[in-house]
């Protein structure tokens, strides 16, 4: 995997079970003892960014997507983020 470029399941994860790679050490980094893929750590770093805030825009670039509905895809909402979008709402009292 080239710095910066993209991450393939084969660039992340070595052609050999047997190699360290930094998929294995980004899964256990985060307490996962199952075998989670590049797709499944991309979908938790789109989602990770949105929740936080940062605007669909961005992560649709940094994810290399040319359109939006497909970072749209990646990040479904929960029900609570969109409870706390509508918090977000100016109520007159």
Do not use: N
């Not at 893929?37 to 940094?62: C, K, M, N, Q, S």
Request: a positive charge; glycine letters at 8%; aromatic letters at 4%.
């Amino acid at each position: 995997m080239s710095r910066g470029g993209a991450a393939s399941s084969r660039s992340a994860y070595g052609q050999d079970k047997a190699e360290k790679s930094i998929g294995t050490a980004i899964a256990a980094a985060a307490g996962r003892d199952d075998h989670a893929t590049v797709h499944v750590l991309r979908h938790t770093f789109a989602t990770t960014l949105v929740r936080g805030g940062t605007d669909l825009v961005i992560v649709a670039e940094l994810l290399g997507h040319a359109c939006l509905e497909t970072t749209r895809a990646y990040t479904r909402p929960s029900a609570e983020d969109r409870t706390r979008a509508l918090d977000l709402l100016l109520v007159d009292k």
